[in-house]
């Protein structure tokens, strides 16, 4: 029975296959007709000659070739280009242009229209019904394909690509006027201003690719739409849907439209459209509903819509009702729901959407949250109720301002819409076509380049760089005035005899705000002195040579080696080697290094002479990092860096505060041989015995003013007034050392660690012998004048 | 002045905000955020086969805006300050070089490695993008990072007047962490509450807002990736009408104005006063 059965049901199938195949091939041959072709060789060379020819349901078959344009269709016929034939419209009113129904038009290559927007010049212009546009390529034209009052017309599978001209004097690539139930599928559009559709019905738009322009599909007046699975892509707006009903658009692609408006689906004035299962991914607005829906008995259903990276997911105006949004995934939006105007949304449905924000629980398990979805936001309420302050979007501010609510109930906003059962998970549309993901070689490649340069950056400038210590050679760089140890050079510049000083100050004041802390100091400083500024600590001496180097704006004047340092700091500190009280090296460069970057600013070779580096000990010192070296070492490196380029002057500031004993000895035995060998030196102390030992002329400092100068011997009269003997004894000590010399009758007081005591320089020794006396040890002394000592401190 | 020698300060300064630790800290700081940023923003790739850069683009401006001033504005402010009070920028002057040129050496050195330090940010996040197919202009990424680079020159400039004005290089960073934080968060809250309070027209609020660095470089950014303002609402828009094509220009100007105004300021406070 069964074998019978299928037995029938085969001869059943073959039966109905060969039916359908006999009627096919009469349709066919029934719907091709007599067969003309044009080409370049004959029999026909020009299209609109045989189109002359052909009688209604002939098909003229046009080769690959150029063939002038205009062309104008006024018989029913199939036009097939073999080959790509171009119509050419030497840039000149309409191309093609068919005003006969049922038409077939597939295969050309329609180029160059005219550029007029008043008078639509086209690519195709059809003005018939049933009439099918399919398969060509439009080029250069302003408006690509144009259906005015065509209706039932299908457009399929053209690419078509604009004039490169500006968005607004461009035309656009697709217009459906008046052209009810046609169809526009699987073309290609790029460079165009609009697809535009506007008073048609039934219109299917389906699988089409339109991107770089205004308005991907813009409808007007357009009831019982399809629009399904396109990709709408770099718009200004992806899809602008107006005074429709029954739209449907489903499994679109609708990303990156960002221009003015920047909505992904934008609906006003709209009822009863489904909007599902698209992909809505960053925009500036993925959806915006005005007005939608208008009528009282309409409703508008957003479903399993992916709305996703937009900075607005979805942007209502505070009068929309009757929206139900169903099982929508709101991920990553900037602001997933905005109400323009502010306020909450009413007599809307939010159910079972998923929200990338919620912050809630889903204890049974469902895939439902537990509790409701309430965005709360403080910025974004601010803003709905004062929109110019979206202008603090992306601001840290806005953050802030959120996370400020979240802390303080108190200033909650409330909440602008609820979702009562808000998915754990999202739903993600099926059968959308996006484009595929590729990675972006160009783009990357851009910025590992990027990435190298900034560690290169970092690196290339920097001290250790080769280069470096490439520059700072000798050769070609300016030589200093005064060369201390090359009479030669002198005498060539004549100067063998100039016996002016190295240094002139005269009139030298200087104030910190109201503090005086130099009062008219005048001086001199002769070829090869050593002379010494002589005070306590505070007295000036620090500011004065601070001031000869040009380092402190001051009042008078100072020359040294000939240049004013007032104006002249440059030349003068080029002429003068400086070590100072504090050292600061970079504790992480090497001697070398230190000698190299030096040596660079000096405008010479980080190489001192053998002598000089030898009695410096700078071998001892190579290779070393700069923190390694003791504050010895570290001064001899200073000394090193001040005689780089063999400068004339040098000026040291209390140069051997911080050395112990031994140090500060090798220091000045140093000192005492440059000067010898002809230096200038200028320096500052409160210790007498550096003083007598490098001091040719010595200038006393009290209270920023010199109040003597001379040499040693005027000096040592000076100190026959009076002296202070600093003392040092054991630390726990120090009060009884003071109570006996006071007891004794002399003039004692506590200083830090020590004891002052004021004598008659006559009797020096007497303060020691009391404390001997009273059985107190003192490791060692300092005899200083008395009028040198500064009693309030430093 | 003598470029050398910019050349020479510039160089050391690159080598210090390369031993300086918290230079370390804002680079890795900056470039991990702006990668795990970018990573997010472009998650949806493996989870929902798309992912726009604009997502990504909105949260590195945020970035920018939040921790490019901090490293411009402390880096700055310590700077001077700092060599001030070890001592070293005494014995650097003592040398035969101006201040103009430390000055200058300074800002182009640390501007350099904070250059340097945000490409690499930059860099890697945008490796991420590609790598993940983000749909991106080159032109405007890069844009993005000049802009960028042109918040680190200003917040670099303030640091550096904060720095040749404070005493101590404490009081310094102290200073320049109130003026990050007056930039990035009470300037503006300030002007919300003002154009809430007086209802500000949106002109007036748009000239108040740009009046800070922060907000010029902002709305420069979004322009340069977005290629319109209607995401910052009605101002937005107003700005666009109202200057069009010169917008950019203008913005960058401003920048640029604001880069210049404390370098002239710090230039005449040290020709006052001196350096030291």
Partial sequence: ?794 | MDWENVRAFAGKELRDARHNRWFWLYTAVFASLALALSWMGMAGVGAYRVAGFGRTAATLVNLVVLIVPLMGLTLGAMSVAGERDRGALLYLLAQPVTPLEVLAGKFLGLGAALAGSLAVGFGLSGLVVAWRAGVVQLGSYVALVALAWGLAAVSLALGLLVSVLSRRASTAVGVALFLWLLLVFLGDLGVMGTAIVLRLRVGHLLLLALLNPLQVFKVAAILAVRGSLEVLGPAGLYAVRAYGARLMPLLVLVLAAWTVFPLSSVYLVVHRRGMT
């Fill in chain 1, 1 to 794: 029975m069964s074998t019978l059965w299928t037995r029938f049901r085969r001869a059943l199938a073959f039966l109905l296959l060969g039916l359908w195949w006999a009627s096919a091939g009469a349709l066919s041959a029934d719907a091709q007709g007599p067969v003309l072709v044009v080409s370049p060789e004959g029999p026909y060379t020009s299209v609109q000659e045989a189109l002359g020819e052909a009688s209604p349901g002939s098909t003229v078959e046009v080769r690959g070739g150029v063939y002038a344009g205009p062309l104008v269709v006024e018989k029913p016929v199939r036009l097939v280009g073999v080959g790509w034939p171009v119509i050419e419209g030497n840039g000149e009113g309409t191309v093609v242009k068919i005003v006969a129904p049922g038409v077939y038009f597939g295969g050309f290559v329609v180029r160059n229209s005219g550029d007029s927007l008043d008078e639509e010049n086209s690519g195709i212009a059809v003005e018939a019904p049933r009439v099918v546009v399919e398969g060509n390529r439009l080029e250069e034209t302003l408006f690509g394909i144009y259906l005015r009052e065509a209706s039932d017309a299908v457009v399929r599978g053209n690419v078509i690509e604009g004039k490169a001209l500006e968005v607004p004097r461009r035309g656009d690539a697709i217009r459906v006027w008046y052209s009810s139930g046609s169809v526009i599928e699987g073309n290609v559009v790029r460079r165009g201003r609009d697809v535009i559709l506007w008073y048609s019905e039934r219109l299917t738009v389906r699988g089409n690719v339109v991107e770089g322009g205004r308005y991907g599909l813009h409808f007007m007046y357009c009831d019982d739409a399809l629009i399904e699975g396109n990709q709408l892509v770099d718009n200004s707006v992806g899809a602008f849907l107006m005074y429709s009903r029954r739209l449907h658009l489903r499994r679109n692609f609708i990303a990156y439209n960002r221009g003015p408006s920047g909505f992904g689906v934008g609906l006003k004035d709209m009822d009863d459209a489904l909007v599902e299962e698209n992909l809505l991914v960053d925009n500036r607005v993925g959806i915006f509903a005005d007005n939608s829906p208008r009528e009282i008995d309409s409703v508008m259903t957003y479903r399993r819509n992916l709305i996703a990276y937009n900075d607005v997911g979805v942007q209502l105006q505070p009068s929309v009702r009757r929206n139900r949004y169903e099982a929508n995934s709101f991920v990553e939006n900037q602001e997933q729901v905005h109400i323009a105007g502010g306020g909450r949304l009413r007599e809307n449905v939010w159910e079972g959407n998923f929200w990338s924000d919620y912050a809630g629980y889903d204890a049974n398990g469902d895939g439902v949250g537990d509790v409701s979805y309430r965005p709360q936001r403080l910025f974004e309420d601010l803003m709905g109720r004062y929109p110019p302050l979206q202008l603090f979007r992306y601001s840290p501010v806005a953050q802030a301002l959120d996370f400020a609510a979240e802390a303080v109930p108190l200033v909650r906003p409330q909440p602008k819409l609820e979702d009562r059962a808000p998915r754990m998970a999202p739903v993600l549309p099926e059968g959308v076509p996006a484009p595929e993901s590729r990675p972006q070689w160009a783009f990357g490649v851009g910025m590992a380049v990027l990435a190298v340069g900034g560690v290169v950056l970092m690196g290339w400038f920097s001290l250790g760089w080769p280069g470096d210590r490439r520059r700072g050679r000798r050769g070609d760089l300016p030589r200093p005035r005064f060369l201390s140890r090359q009479p030669e050079a002198l005498a060539a510049n004549g100067e063998e005899e100039n016996m002016e000083p190295m240094v002139t100050v005269r009139g030298l004041t200087k104030r910190f705000g109201r503090f005086v802390a130099v009062r008219d100091v005048s001086f001199d400083v002769g070829r090869g002195e050593a002379v010494a500024l002589w005070g306590a600590n505070g007295a000036g001496k620090t500011t004065i040579l601070r001031c000869l180097l040009g380092l402190y704006p001051f009042e008078g004047d100072v020359v040294v080696g000939g240049y004013h340092a007032k104006w002249q700091g440059r030349e003068v500190r080029r002429l003068v080697g400086f070590v100072p009280q504090e050292l600061s090296f970079h504790d992480d460069l090497s001697v070398e290094e230190t000698l190299a970057f030096y040596a660079r600013l000096r405008k010479t070779s980080p190489e001192l002479s053998p002598d000089w580096a030898e009695s410096l000990g700078l071998e001892e010192l190579v290779g070393k990092a700069v923190g390694e070296l003791s504050g010895g070492m570290k001064q001899r490196l200073a000394l090193a860096v001040a005689l780089l380029g063999d400068p004339p002057l040098l000026f040291l500031d209390e140069p051997t505060a911080n050395l112990d004993v031994r140090s500060r000895r090798e220091f000045f035995d140093l000192l005492c041989r440059l000067r010898d060998a002809g230096k200038t030196i200028l320096f500052s102390s409160h210790r007498f015995d550096e003083v007598a030992v490098l001091a040719d002329r010595v200038l006393v400092v009290e209270a920023g003013q010199v109040v003597s100068a001379g040499t040693l011997g005027d000096l040592a009269a000076t100190i026959e007034g009076g002296v202070v003997v600093r003392l040092l004894v054991e630390p726990g000590q120090v009060e009884e050392a003071v109570r006996v010399l006071q007891r004794a009758g002399l003039e004692a007081e506590r200083n830090g660690t020590g004891v002052w005591v004021c004598v008659p320089s006559h009797r020096k020794v007497e303060p020691i012998l009391v404390l001997a006396g009273a059985g107190l040890s003192v490791y060692d002394f300092v005899l200083e004048p008395f009028s040198t000592v500064d009693h309030g401190g430093e």
